[in-house]
């Protein structure tokens, strides 16, 4: 389950709000996420909205709100919306930037960060094959996918940040915005 999906779920009944989650990812999504997981008192994870929307039908009153908030901003305030992701990206990596070329930083400061995504890829890695290998007992199998899922999408939130292409971004960002305009 990922923010299209989403988009696809709701879309029928909000429009706007299906318009802005189908073709976005990233930071976009999970402000978009945020929103509705707020209105609807869970979290802002895909799935988690999913189970909501699907288990309670009176929902569809709540996103019908949102999407009326959401039609009622301009374009600007929509694409600003949309270019939450791109300018977090963007300011994660100036800051990494001026981490490593500054003199004063520390070793430890200057690839703290490199570790981390390291050990954090590398236990999806080897969680991902206890999966595969070990038997999980029933009563924690839900647990146990729930956190992998987790897992997988820092993961990809870590490898977009270093192998991103900020120019594919940029244009996401300029067809979204083009989408609004019309």
């Given amino acids: 389950m990922n923010w299209s999906d989403i988009g696809k779920l709701v879309g029928d009944t909000a429009p706007a709000l299906g318009a802005l989650l189908a073709p976005v990812t990233g930071g976009a999504s999970l402000a978009i ?14 799935k988690a909205i999913a189970e909501k929307i699907t288990q309670d039908p009176t929902i569809i009153l709540k996103l019908k709100e949102l999407d009326a908030q959401i039609a009622k901003m301009d374009s600007d305030e929509r694409q600003a919306l949309v270019a939450y992701d791109l300018n977090n990206t963007n300011s994660a990596r100036d800051m990494n930037t001026r981490i490593q070329e500054t003199a004063n930083s520390s070793v430890l400061s200057k690839n703290a960060s490199y570790y981390l995504d ?20 029933v009563e924690n199998k839900e647990i146990a996918y729930m956190l992998f899922g987790s897992m997988i999408t820092l993961s990809g939130t870590i490898i977009n940040f270093h192998r991103g292409s900020t120019q594919g971004s940029k244009d996401k960002t300029n067809h979204m915005a083009n989408m609004f305009k019309r």
């Fill in 118 to 137: 390291f050990a954090i890829v590398g236990a999806t890695i080897v969680f991902g094959l206890g999966l595969f290998f070990m038997p999980i007992p």
């Fill in 33 to 46: 996420g945020g929103m509705i997981g707020s209105l609807l008192g869970t979290s802002n994870e895909p």
